[in-house]
C-alpha cells in the first residue's frame, strides 16, 4: 500500500479475509496502523530521509527502498511496541528481499544513523490503543 501511495494516495487497503486475502483480521489492522502511521507522518518522515541519504534526493531512490525507510522510520520514532532493533532489521530484511542489491545496506545506513541521533520516542498511540493491536 505504501508503494502504491506513490502512483495513487487515495487507494485503501481496507480488505478482509472474506476478499479472498489470507491475512488475518488482526494482521490486517496491525498493518493498517502502519500504513495509517506512515500517511499521517510522511511529511516529517521525509523530512528525516532528505536528512540522512546524503546525496540521494527522494525521487532518485527506488520506490522499495523508500517505503521501506518511511515504514521502518515509523516503527522506531512513533510505534514504541516495536522495539527499534527488530524495526531495523525487518526493514533490512525487507529491502534485501525486494530491493536493489544494495538495499539492505543502504536502508540499514540511514536507519542506523537516524536511530543514534533520536534516542526518543515519537509515540502516537495511547498503550490502551497499542494493546487492541496485537
Avoid at 50 to 68: C, F, G, I
Avoid at 79 to 96: C, G, L, M, S
Wanted: hydrophobic share 40%.
Amino acid at each position: 500500500m505504501l508503494f502504491a501511495d506513490d502512483f495513487q494516495p487515495q487507494i485503501s487497503c481496507a480488505r478482509t479475509p472474506e476478499d479472498g486475502n489470507p491475512i488475518s483480521v488482526d494482521t490486517q489492522r496491525f498493518a493498517q496502523h502502519l500504513i495509517e502511521g506512515v500517511r499521517q507522518h510522511r511529511t516529517a518522515i521525509d523530512e528525516l530521509i532528505q536528512k540522512y541519504a546524503e546525496h540521494w534526493s527522494l525521487d532518485r531512490m527506488t520506490p522499495v527502498d523508500r517505503n521501506v525507510l518511511r515504514l521502518g522510520i515509523f516503527e522506531m520514532l512513533y510505534f514504541q511496541e516495536t522495539p527499534r532493533k527488530v524495526a531495523i532489521n525487518e526493514a533490512i530484511e525487507i529491502a534485501k528481499t525486494y530491493g536493489a542489491e544494495e538495499s539492505g545496506a543502504f536502508v540499514n545506513g540511514i536507519l542506523d544513523r537516524i536511530h543514534i541521533d533520536h534516542p526518543e520516542s515519537l509515540a502516537i498511540l495511547p498503550d490502551t490503543e497499542i494493546q487492541t493491536l496485537k
